[in-house]
């Protein structure tokens, strides 16, 4: 349970903030992975990194701008949010990046926006 | 892109009895299709997978199957047991950047 770590597990922030979220993998991996998950919608994914660097990108809005300064880490920093961004953000790990690799999750960001 | 269509979206069954999630895609490159569980308040967690060149697998009480040509693919839980009681995710992906496209998932109930 410890393999993907997540920080803060719950964040409300006002429109106006700037706020980072931060995800930490102790597994050894390479890529690294962004997810939105909102209720009652499939797990969305936002962005990819492979050996610290952007291979994915999935069409976010550039509120959202990630950070990968290391294999170990990926930040996802957040400014001028909307309440429709309120969700749990999910950062996920694997091996190598490719398709058919496992993927670890965290335990997430619990994301409220007023 | 690939679709994912997931059913039922909620699923109640007698504690003992069979629970069955059907999923479908669109892609028929897809190759690679894992299912998670994630409980209440707790990270999604792979569970099984299957890939392209297998048609069945089985991990103790749990199976899935995949029919390459018709684009399904099944979770079975036999025996089902009240910590069966979580939500479960079916996915698909091809050998490309880690592009698991995710279907919306179906909330299992066991109930004593």
């Known amino acids: 349970e410890t393999g993907v770590t997540q920080t803060p597990r719950h964040l409300v922030m006002g429109m106006t903030n700037k706020k980072s979220l931060k995800c930490e993998q102790h597994l050894g991996h390479n890529a690294m992975y962004w997810y939105k998950q909102s209720a009652k919608k499939p797990l969305e994914l936002m962005f990819v990194?492979?050996?610290?660097?952007?291979?994915e990108n999935n069409s976010v809005p550039s509120r959202f701008s990630p950070e990968c300064p290391n294999s170990s880490h990926l930040f996802l920093h957040l400014h001028t949010l909307q309440p429709e961004d309120s969700a749990l953000y999910l950062c996920a790990s694997s091996l190598k990046g490719g398709g058919t690799d496992t993927q670890y999750f965290g335990p997430g960001t619990r994301l409220t926006v007023l | 892109g690939e679709n994912v269509e997931q059913h039922p979206s909620t699923l109640s069954v007698q504690e003992g009895d069979s629970a069955v999630i059907k999923c479908t895609y669109s892609?028929?490159?897809?190759?690679?299709f894992p299912w998670y569980k994630q409980e209440l308040g707790k990270r999604p967690q792979l569970i099984i997978d299957i890939r392209s060149n297998v048609g069945e697998k089985k991990d103790q009480r749990i199976a899935v199957t995949l029919n390459k040509t018709a684009k399904h693919f099944s979770l079975h839980i036999t025996e089902t047991q009240p910590e069966d009681s979580a939500v479960y995710f079916c996915?698909?992906?091809?050998?490309?950047?880690?592009?698991?496209?995710f279907g919306a998932g179906t909330q299992v109930v066991v109930t004593p």
């Open positions: 990194y492979s050996l610290e660097e952007r291979v």
């Open positions: 892609d028929s490159a897809s190759n690679y």
């Open positions: 996915a698909a992906s091809k050998d490309s950047w880690g592009k698991l496209q």
